[in-house]
């Protein structure tokens, strides 16, 4: 865990306490654990875990932080979440944050609920649903300050996932690797249909991993029409391009 400590300090000015760095380490565990029989990640090498998953994660707080503090109760939610990536790291260094983890895959929501449990995060949810059924459940819809995913899927699919369940104003964090800029540029329809406006796009170089990552920051300028998100499916069949 000393090398998270070190990276997380030189690239986010992030000095993690001794507690998380415990509670990456009972994740680290037990990811790999239930690993061995519920095929959670693909990723399950020591150095691959808290690279390409804990900092990674960790380093959607440059967007964040760029616009909004992250410890006075965001409302955020992390779709397509599969074993808690990125929202169980961000919720370990803020615990302040209202976080719900929402993945279609059961075994995957088991998992999450457990470190919820065992990392004893008060304000953190799990929630076993499809994207396109919550995005229409007023409960849920509108009602996100921050809706983040890492590379889900195609981003004009992922915009109609994240757009409908953020607020107006509020903003979505997608995380891509090298295809950013060319997605970007496919989703202009979407974005125009879905009330969405490219914000930002910041680059990110984790140590050890050659290819730079992106974050794209979108923020929510008009509301979404209610025919969007469609029925199961429809988004990635006949994505907006």
């Known amino acids: 865990m000393e090398s998270l400590k070190r990276s997380a300090k030189e690239l986010l000015g992030l000095q993690l306490t001794r507690k998380q760095l415990l509670d990456f380490e009972n994740y680290a565990l037990d990811l790999t654990a239930w690993n061995e029989y519920s095929n959670l990640t693909a990723i399950v090498d020591r150095r691959g875990i808290l690279v390409?998953?804990?900092?990674?994660?960790?380093?959607?707080?440059l967007a964040i932080r760029n616009l909004q503090n992250p410890t006075h109760g965001l409302q955020l939610i992390d779709v397509g979440s599969g074993a808690g990536f990125p929202g169980i790291p961000l919720a370990i260094v803020y615990p302040e944050i209202h976080l719900t983890l929402m993945d279609a895959t059961e075994k995957k929501?088991?998992?999450m609920r457990h470190m919820v449990a065992k990392l004893a995060l008060p304000t953190t949810y799990v929630l076993n649903r499809r994207a396109e059924n919550v995005g229409q459940d007023p409960e849920y819809r509108g009602s996100f300050d921050w809706a983040i995913a890492r590379a889900v899927a195609h981003l004009p699919i992922l915009l109609e996932y994240l757009l409908p369940i953020t607020r107006s104003g509020g903003y979505c964090l997608v995380q891509k690797a090298d295809s950013a800029r060319e997605e970007i540029q496919d989703a202009e329809r979407a974005l125009a249909v879905l009330g969405g406006e490219i914000e930002n796009v910041l680059s990110v170089e984790l140590p050890g991993i050659p290819e730079t990552r992106h974050l794209i920051v979108i923020r929510k300028v008009a509301a979404t029409p209610d025919t969007y998100p469609r029925r199961v499916g429809v988004a990635a069949k006949r994505p907006l391009l």
């Open 109 to 111: 929501c088991a998992f």
């Open 52 to 61: 390409k998953h804990f900092l990674d994660s960790l380093s959607c707080l």
